[in-house]
């Protein structure tokens, strides 16, 4: 019997990873901290955050797993689920422990900049004439990352739904899916960038020091690889919906109870 697990638990899926995964990461940053006192500053911020190369890792992994736990033992949606808002709260509890790990790296980073080099430390390594413009500029960043990440958990939930088509090799189908669907993705992204060259382009202050004195000029940056990269994410999502629609479609028609050739007579 299908028995899938509720939102709630399902954000639970695999907790003990993500904990050691956690504690592995303030593992390493604690062993930074013990030795400060021979690491240049570049290192202790290389270092630091240097745990978030297991975020990538871990929206593939979870993914699946989460995808899994939403899909129950036979596979199937339950019988009056709804295939988009199990692919896409799948996706949300993924996105959720990717934020909540990040978080945490991004916290045991600070406090080691905090520790090492202080604030004043920190301003006078990194040439940073606004505190805004910094935060900005990290936000920025992230926000890109983040959407390269949820690609990457994008990809895998499409593949891991692909490999329940078929009832045996799913695991060599689904790296199979994931690797050629990748593949597809570098070649059409760049393509629909250079049709969406239409868009109006982001704006960006790029500083300049002039002397001692620091002056903001602003650039412009084409916003078409983004929408490219996020017009991929939506096709991914639309595609593993559609799937996971129809094979749950197919397998209710398969496992209906037949009507008795008695009660079909009677109908007519």
């Given at each position: 019997m299908n028995d899938p697990k509720a939102p709630a638990t399902r954000l639970l899926t695999d907790?003990?990873?993500?904990?050691?995964?956690?504690?592995?990461?303030?593992?390493?940053?604690?062993?930074?901290?013990?030795?400060?006192?021979?690491?240049?500053?570049g290192a202790v911020a290389l270092g630091a955050w240097l745990p978030l190369v297991l975020a990538p890792i871990w929206a593939v992994f979870s993914s699946i797993r989460v995808m899994q736990a939403s899909l129950g033992e036979e596979g199937q949606l339950d019988q009056g689920a709804h295939a988009w808002r199990v692919v896409l709260s799948s996706l949300g509890i993924t996105l959720l422990q990717v934020l909540a790990f990040s978080l945490l790296v991004g916290l045991g980073a600070l406090l080691l900049f905090r520790i090492s080099l202080g604030v004043p430390g920190l301003l006078d390594l990194l040439p940073i004439p606004s505190p805004m413009w910094f935060a900005g500029l990290l936000l920025r960043g992230y926000g890109i990352?983040?959407?390269?990440?949820?690609?990457?958990?994008?990809?895998?939930?499409?593949?891991?739904?692909?490999?329940?088509?078929?009832?045996?090799?799913?695991?060599?189908?689904?790296a199979w899916v994931f690797i050629l669907a990748a593949w597809i993705g570098m070649r059409a992204v760049p393509l629909l960038?250079?049709?969406?060259?239409?868009?109006?382009?982001?704006?960006f202050d790029e500083f300049y020091a002039v002397g001692d004195v620091y002056e903001f000029r602003t650039v412009l940056i084409e916003s078409s690889p983004v929408a490219a990269l996020a017009l991929f994410f939506v096709a991914l999502v639309a595609a593993s919906i559609w799937i996971l629609a129809r094979t749950a479609a197919d397998f209710q028609g398969q496992t209906a109870p037949a009507e008795p050739a008695g009660a079909r007579e009677r109908g007519l």
């Amino acid at each position: 019997m299908n028995d899938p697990k509720a939102p709630a638990t399902r954000l639970l899926t695999d907790w003990r990873w993500f904990v050691g995964m956690c504690a592995l990461s303030l593992l390493w940053q604690g062993a930074l901290a013990l030795r400060l006192g021979g690491l240049t500053p570049g290192a202790v911020a290389l270092g630091a955050w240097l745990p978030l190369v297991l975020a990538p890792i871990w929206a593939v992994f979870s993914s699946i797993r989460v995808m899994q736990a939403s899909l129950g033992e036979e596979g199937q949606l339950d019988q009056g689920a709804h295939a988009w808002r199990v692919v896409l709260s799948s996706l949300g509890i993924t996105l959720l422990q990717v934020l909540a790990f990040s978080l945490l790296v991004g916290l045991g980073a600070l406090l080691l900049f905090r520790i090492s080099l202080g604030v004043p430390g920190l301003l006078d390594l990194l040439p940073i004439p606004s505190p805004m413009w910094f935060a900005g500029l990290l936000l920025r960043g992230y926000g890109i990352v983040l959407l390269f990440v949820l690609v990457l958990a994008a990809l895998s939930q499409f593949a891991y739904v692909f490999s329940r088509l078929v009832d045996s090799f799913r695991g060599i189908l689904g790296a199979w899916v994931f690797i050629l669907a990748a593949w597809i993705g570098m070649r059409a992204v760049p393509l629909l960038a250079d049709w969406l060259a239409w868009l109006p382009d982001f704006t960006f202050d790029e500083f300049y020091a002039v002397g001692d004195v620091y002056e903001f000029r602003t650039v412009l940056i084409e916003s078409s690889p983004v929408a490219a990269l996020a017009l991929f994410f939506v096709a991914l999502v639309a595609a593993s919906i559609w799937i996971l629609a129809r094979t749950a479609a197919d397998f209710q028609g398969q496992t209906a109870p037949a009507e008795p050739a008695g009660a079909r007579e009677r109908g007519l």
